[in-house]
Structure formats: structure tokens, C-alpha cells
């Protein structure tokens, strides 16, 4: 599922200049989440999360996907809580 997702996302973040690093289906605070992770030349900030957000989202809903009821979290691996 995870593969499916980043070969369906993957041409459509990069011709916006962002780069996928990676997809993991996962958990955070008890709700089933879908982590996309993201990169750019110009670094990652939140207005190019929401972008990425924007394109990904609808591709993930057109798919055929066997998980019901998750969060999409798009992010930078560089980005920890902690710098706010």
C-alpha cells in the first residue's frame, strides 16, 4: 500500500519541485496515520507542506486503498516538534 502510494504521489510532487522521501502508514496518538515525507531544494517549510498536501490528497482519495478512517500528515524528516 505504502508503494502504491508513493508511485501515484511521486511525479506529481516533482513537477512542483518537491521531492518524496518517503510514505509509512503508521500511528500517532492513537489515530491510524498516513505519513507522507517530503524534501526541497529550498528546504520545507509549512507553506510547502500545505502545497504538497494539496496534490497529494486527492491522488490518495482516488486510489483503491484498504484503510478507512486515517489522518494524512505531510512533513519534513528534518522537522521535529520541538521547533516551533
Known amino acids: 500500500m505504502e508503494e ?10 516533482k513537477k512542483e519541485n518537491i521531492e518524496l522521501v518517503g510514505v509509512h502508514l503508521g500511528e500517532e496518538d492513537g489515530q491510524k496515520t498516513l505519513f507522507v515525507t517530503i524534501d526541497s531544494e529550498n528546504g520545507v517549510d509549512m507553506d510547502l507542506c500545505v502545497k504538497a498536501t494539496h496534490i497529494v490528497s486527492p ?8 484503510i478507512e478512517d486515517y ?3 505531510v512533513g519534513s524528516k528534518g522537522v521535529s516538534e520541538d521547533e516551533n
Open 59 to 66: 491522488i490518495i482519495d482516488s486510489l483503491d486503498l484498504d
Open 4 to 13: 502504491k502510494v508513493a508511485k501515484s504521489v511521486k511525479d506529481a510532487l
Open 71 to 73: 489522518i494524512l500528515d
